[in-house]
């Protein structure tokens, strides 16, 4: 490691510590939650250099990233050449820290976990709100580390477009939840998700415009906003087809071709962890998007992993699920919660007929899974706590 990936890691990391610190001062955080933020912090650290060495020893698109190497030559010449959406956005991004400091692999994985950190603090602090007032301190404690499940730390970790997709998302689901003052985190993160991968951008775009409606705090304007977020969405659906009717003609055939053709492409890779998704059913879809590799289907440590980290999502959904039909829904749905599972519907629905490698869906689904999680859990905790403290 040189001198420079020394001085810009050391600069991070010291930066990083100071602002968790001065921010926790800054909204009196309590001593115990202080104490968590930093043991997130460095939880995420170590799951940062763990990708980095899973790449180093794997390969894969990050190092590709920060190589510039996914953009053909002759589009790589200079920094501006590098922008655009998606992969190109990205190159962009990395270009003045690989090419123009010579900073090494390490250096942009740990930029790229502080980047995603950003999005845990603020999830950690939203969720503490949450969870920590909870009639039971042991289940809203149990609550909170359920933001140590590895996955979405893994794959937002490292350099590549989950980290930006993982911010952009939490910055929306904060803005959105408080919009009277906190309307610009829900622009950026917009925007973000929008530049970084544009058809899961578009999703974010779908269903914040579904929810925002019915909002609260925008009661008064929802006979205006109404209609113009319908007229919004429907906008969106009509520019995704005149994009890919300007390719594959003006019809809906290219729809399901391209469906097919993108479940084709990734079946051909092989491998052990690829399913045959076009033999399944709707609901066999959803349920491999969700929840394999199943238990029983783990073959290494990183299969067990997952497999462990799905099954916990699968009874959390189910004891989730069960605690919200005993209270008959009593408990609220904050707006942070109901963008997180629209988001994580349209996306597992967008997923099941695009996909077919597992090791592909728990990467995606990373970016929601655990906010559904979370979700489903605070109707347990509520409904385990209230019925503990009234007998």
Known sequence: MFLPDVLFIGIVLVWVFLWIHRRAAKKNHLRQL???LFALWGYHLVIAYVYYRYLMHQGGDSLRYWELRSLPLEQAAGWLAHWGLGTAFLQWVNYPFSQGFALGFLSGTVGYAMLSFVGFLLLAEWIADRFLPVPSARIGIAGMLLLFLPNAHFW????????????????VL???????????????????????????????????????????????????????????????????WIQGSLVYGFHLRWIGELLHWQQQYLASFGGTSSVPMSDYSLVEKLATVLFRPFIWEAAGFWTLAASLENTVLLLGMLGGGWAWFRTKGRLPVPVFYRISLVYGLLLSLLFAFTLTNLGILMRMKSIYSLLVLCFFYERIAYYWSNRTFST
């Open 34 to 36: 202080r104490a968590f």
């Open 156 to 171: 937002t970790a490292g350099v590549g477009k989950e980290a930006f997709l993982w911010l952009g998302l939490i910055l």
């Open 174 to 240: 904060v803005g959105a939840d408080a919009i009277s003052h906190k309307w610009g985190y829900l622009v950026l993160g917009l925007l973000l998700s929008l530049m970084v991968r544009p058809i899961q951008g578009l999703v974010l775009c779908v269903s914040v415009f579904g929810v925002l409606p019915f909002h609260p705090a925008l009661r008064q304007h929802r006979r205006y906003l109404v209609p113009l977020a319908a007229a919004l969405i429907l906008g969106i659906g009509v520019y995704r």
